[in-house]
């Protein structure tokens, strides 16, 4: 069941805009097709099948884009799951570049980048293993000028709480979402260690 209820923060400014382009939804073992439409209100499902859903943004727990997929969770409980928030998955060819630039600039850290390519850019990188309870993923984590990314995950430096590490080889991110953990596979120096954390300080207007 969902802990927070707060709403997603929004600073959508300027004309209204919309996006719809046809989806598939998915369902535990089949599909259906319908369209999808993005505006600065939310996300409106339509089909033959369902009529229409409809998610206004201070609804949705949390909104996660992929190339070519958008995963809303819900505040809704589901019956049949024994309390579970109700999940909704999209697939289709997905104007992920629009969408993203959009609701970066929107929404607060509900918003999840999943978008591979987006954290592929020039800034300081590290080879490292991304820590899990069952098992670590590896990738390289990038500290780019407005994005950190590693593998599919992507974060906005308004989305990091802290940064930490406790030793040349292990590096922590800490978001309002959960706290990564990092094995690097170099060495991070100190004063790189430092001016990634001056950074993040001063993007976040914790420091001047």
């Known amino acids: 069941m969902a802990i927070r209820q707060a709403a997603i923060c929004l600073i959508l400014a300027g004309a209204a805009w919309a996006q719809q382009f ?24 339509q089909s033959a ?9 201070a609804d949705i727990q949390q909104l996660t884009l992929g190339p070519k997929s958008i995963h ?16 909704y998955n999209f697939t289709g060819v997905i104007p992920s ?36 309870l069952t098992k670590g993923t590896e990738s ?3 500290f780019g000028a407005d994005l950190v990314g590693f593998g599919a995950h992507t974060w906005r430096y308004s989305d990091i ?3 930490a ?4 080889f292990q590096l922590t991110l800490t978001t309002l979402e959960k706290q990564f953990r990092f094995q690097l596979k170099q060495p991070i120096s100190e004063s790189t260690y430092n001016q990634l ?12």
Not at 100 to 123: C, K, M, N, T
Not at 165 to 168: K, Q
Not at 197 to 207: A, C, F, V
């Open 161 to 163: 709480q802290s940064i």
């Open 49 to 57: 099948k369902h009529g229409e859903l409809n998610w206004p943004y």
């Open 97 to 132: 570049a629009d969408l993203y630039a959009r609701w970066s600039a929107a929404l607060d850290q509900r918003f999840v980048a999943a978008l591979p390519e987006i954290g592929d850019h020039a800034g300081v990188r590290f080879p490292a293993k991304l820590l899990d």
């Open 72 to 87: 809303i969770l819900s505040y809704k409980d589901s019956s049949l799951l024994l309390g579970r928030d109700l999940t």
């Open 197 to 208: 954390w001056l950074d993040i300080e001063k993007k976040n207007g914790r420091i001047q």
């Open 22 to 45: 046809p989806v598939r939804h998915q369902h535990v073992r089949k599909y259906c097709e319908g369209t999808l439409t993005v505006d600065e209100k939310g996300i409106t499902f």
């Open 140 to 142: 390289t984590l990038v």
């Open 165 to 168: 590490s406790s030793g040349p």
